[in-house]
């Protein structure tokens, strides 16, 4: 009697767990799930599209709280450089990975100026205006590269873009003074020759008045 029950028992059994395993991921089981709503693509934009990127580098980028007196993450990123198309501004921009919520965002002005961060050549630093929280602010970053490449062409490519600035700014003071000078000088020779049209005038009027009398003598002449 045992020897029946048990096969019987155990046939059970596998049917059981038979029952239970999964489907294949490959096996169609003709069902049609119809989708709940339809969702209509939509258009992102993020500012950067009239923008030409510079340096686009992978990175953790720290903000130092002054309060805490300590460095505090802002988030995993591509770190960029951009120059835009018409203003040929260029910004220093990093985003999140997958959420993309901005954590630097500031101008790359001449006075900018990295330095490596405490000896770690993976690791820089550097102070800038920045606007990443929707008011400029003051702040100190760190940023740190998985390599040292990495860091050394992020420093290299911000010390090529202030060196040019630097250049266009002192050429722009440079052309304004010469301008201001031309300007000045042109008032001066202005002033000259006025000067000297108001000198020969009362010669003009004494040579009327001769010419003048002498008509009226040749008149009673006649």
């Known amino acids: 009697m045992a020897s029946t029950v048990e096969p019987t028992a ?24 119809a989708p709940i709503i339809k969702l209509q693509e939509v258009a992102v934009t993020t500012g950067e599209e ?28 591509m770190v960029k450089l951009l120059k835009h198309k018409e203003t040929s501004k ?5 985003r999140q ?12 002005l001449p006075t900018m100026s990295v330095q490596e961060h405490h000896g770690n050549d993976k690791s820089c630093v550097w102070h800038a205006a920045d606007f990443s929280d929707g008011e400029l602010k003051e702040e100190t970053f760190c ?9 050394k062409s992020f420093k290299d490519k911000i010390e090529e873009i202030t060196e040019s600035l630097s250049k266009e700014s002192g050429d722009s003071a440079e052309a304004d003074a010469a301008a201001n000078l031309i300007e000045k000088l042109s008032v001066e020779e202005k002033g000259k020759e006025e000067k000297v049209e108001a000198k020969e005038e009362p010669t003009s009027k004494e ?7 002498k008509q009226e003598k040749s008149g009673d002449d006649n």
């Open 10 to 33: 155990l046939k059970r059994e596998e049917e059981e767990e038979n029952d239970s395993k999964p489907l294949a991921e490959d096996e169609d089981t003709g069902a049609q799930i």
């Open 50 to 77: 009239n923008e030409d990127v510079l340096l686009d580098l992978k990175a953790k980028l720290y903000r130092f709280d002054k309060e805490g007196n300590q460095w505090k993450e802002r988030g995993v990123g």
């Open 90 to 94: 260029i910004r220093l921009v990093m």
């Open 97 to 108: 990975n997958k959420t993309l919520k901005i954590c630097a965002n500031h101008l790359v």
């Open 143 to 151: 940023v740190r590269f998985a390599s040292v490449e990495n860091c």
């Open 207 to 213: 040579e009327k008045k001769d010419e003048t009398e």
